[in-house]
């Protein structure tokens, strides 16, 4: 079927100059033959004229003229001006609350694992060094020492293993879900347990920890070995797995005749790792039940405090066992690490600061036959205050993560009280 152009078509009924002729009439659709009523010409449409005029339909407009819906005098961009103005409408709480948790558990988590690292490294050397006169037991003379060793070497001497500590952890998470998927042992203890579930709940850390304990002792190496000594070559982040490797099967780089087997550390490492999980366990339990005894009675709480108390206590929970579990364990890790060093003709940083001109480096040059005549040994030499060399300097890395969560917790209570109030 072919369209006709009428004789007086002129640009969909406009003429272009604002011309006074009678327009084109649309015919119906549903009655044919008959004229369609015409239609009222608005004055503001009378200049909208089609280009070119010969295609019917077409909207493009002659150069130097707009669209009445954008002319400035029009109400419609007043309105969409009025629109664009005016602020973004704040997040729901839902979102704020799962942004708040979020961001809560991340400071957390970097604090705990690469901020407080350089302690970790110090404490770690603190508690191999035998031949130190000072035991650190302050946070005080730890520091002093650890500012003198990063001066003198740099850095990197105090955050020297970081990555290979991660390979611990993500072995140690594999094996715990691996063993609970193939053994009834399970993984996360109901409301209602036995003394049989608690008991195998306790040996799946227990085995987890053996799994992971020559990547442990790699990882240990690679902490307290001196950034002197240190070979560029061979400073990866998986030599933790290749070092691990070949202490579990008996290869890789020659070892003193003084290295012990890895069945005389198994019952240590079981054991360290049982206990920490105990008491940590314990007694994040008992303040979260602390803490909901203790809420009980208030209820005129505000908003900002619901939301932020939500994700704060129990990561406030799990820093306070974590803290009781690694005091109360310090003197059995001091004797695993030890143990695990022996034999290995692994060079320390002198914990001194090489004070009174003594030496920079040290060996670990140690001859036990177990952790029973460790810790005789530790007991007979150095006295009882020898378990817990190092242990200012685990005092300055709880101090340190709880003084970010608390300065995190302040932020974040900040911004939820602004998001709120807008």
């Known amino acids: 079927m072919a369209f006709r152009r009428p004789d007086s078509f002129d640009g969909l009924g406009y003429r272009h100059g604002g011309g006074a002729e009678t327009p084109y009439s649309l015919r119906s659709a549903s009655t044919a033959g008959e004229a369609a009523p015409q239609q009222p010409q608005h004055p503001q449409h009378l200049h909208w004229v089609s280009s070119p005029p010969d295609i019917p339909g077409s909207r493009n407009l002659h150069t130097g003229e707009r669209t009445p819906l954008y002319d400035g005098g029009a109400s419609g961009e007043r309105d969409w001006d009025a629109g664009l103005q005016q602020p973004p409408p704040p997040p729901p709480p839902e979102q704020l609350n799962r942004l708040t948790g979020f961001g809560i558990g991340l ?19 603190c ?5 130190a006169r ?23 001497a105090l955050w020297k293993g970081l990555g290979s500590t991660f390979v611990v952890h993500g072995v140690t998470l594999g094996a715990e879900g691996i063993l609970s998927e193939f053994t009834p042992l399970p993984r996360e203890m109901p409301q209602r347990w036995s003394i049989k579930e608690l008991a195998a709940h306790f040996l799946l850390k227990g ?30 982040l998986l030599d933790c797995v290749r070092e691990g490797a070949g202490r579990l099967l008996g290869a890789g780089a020659p070892h003193s005749r003084r290295l012990l087997p890895l069945g005389r550390l198994l019952l240590p490492a079981a054991g360290l790792a049982i206990l920490r999980y105990v008491v940590a366990s314990s007694v994040q339990g008992a303040a979260l039940w602390l803490r909901r005894r203790h809420r009980r009675g208030r209820e005129d709480e505000r908003a900002p405090a619901q939301t932020l108390e939500a994700h ?3 990561l406030a929970a799990a820093w306070l066992g974590s803290l009781a579990a690694e005091a109360l364990a310090f003197p059995l890790e001091t004797t695993l690490h030890r143990l695990s060093l022996q034999g290995t003709r692994t060079i320390i940083d002198a914990t001194d600061g090489g004070a009174g001109g003594g030496p920079l480096v040290l060996p670990v040059n140690t ?8 810790a005789r040994s530790i007991r007979r030499k150095e006295g009882r205050a020898g378990f817990y060399r190092g242990f200012g300097a685990l005092t300055a890395q709880f101090a340190l993560h709880g003084a970010l969560l608390a300065a995190a917790r302040t932020l974040f209570r900040l911004l939820l009280q602004r998001a709120q109030t807008a």
């Not at 508690?127 to 031949?131: A, L």
């Open 107 to 125: 400071v957390s988590l970097f604090a705990e694992n690469v901020l407080t690292h350089p302690c970790v490294v110090f404490r770690r050397q």
């Open 127 to 131: 508690q191999v060094d035998y031949h």
């Open 134 to 156: 000072c035991y650190h037991l302050t946070p005080f003379s730890a520091l002093a020492v650890m500012y003198a060793i990063s001066k003198a070497q740099g850095p990197r």
């Open 207 to 236: 085995l987890s920890a053996l799994v992971a304990l020559p990547f442990y002792c790699a990882s240990l190496i690679e902490t307290v070995q001196s950034e002197i000594v240190r070979d560029e070559a061979s400073s990866g």
């Open 312 to 314: 704060f206590p129990e």
């Open 367 to 374: 001859q036990y036959d177990g952790a029973a005549d460790c």
